[in-house]
Nanobody, 122 residues
Framework: QVQLVESGGGLVQAGGSLRLSCTAS????????MGWFRQAPGKEREALAS????????KYADSVKDRFTISRDNAKNTVWLQMNSLKPEDTAVYYC???????????????WGQGTQVTVSS
């Protein structure tokens, strides 16, 4: 079992930045890739970013590429999502997740955090 706890969400104006954090426990953190997802009301969950076990490989959805950056520190069991140039359409609940494998990809995730709300005002 993996326990994931997200933090760092909040209210921000359009054009602003936020940094989300996710701390993991329950399994060796460096054994698996990590990802960030979001879900807006009435919409399906969207995969945003993934990072491999070592942090050397990242993948992004086109919708956030060049604005969001995923990173991790295995010594701290933590993964971050730096979000810049935020837009009102980025408003959603953001989730971190651990992948079944140690390679970066935007699918096949198994454990989820409780989510953190991000609201971007226009």
């Amino acid at each position: 079992q993996v326990q994931l706890v997200e933090s760092g969400g909040g209210l921000v104006q359009a054009g602003g930045s936020l940094r989300l954090s996710c701390t993991a426990s329950g399994r060796t953190f460096s054994d698996y890739a990590m990802g960030w997802f979001r879900q807006a009301p009435g919409k399906e969950r969207e995969a945003l970013a993934s990072i491999n076990w070592s942090g050397s490989v990242t993948k992004y959805a086109d919708s956030v590429k060049d604005r969001f950056t995923i990173s991790r520190d295995n010594a701290k069991n933590t993964v971050w999502l730096q979000m810049n140039s935020l837009k009102p359409e980025d408003t959603a609940v953001y989730y971190c997740s651990s992948r079944r494998y140690n390679t970066a990809a935007l699918n096949e995730y198994s454990y989820w955090g409780q989510g953190t709300q991000v609201t971007v005002s226009s």
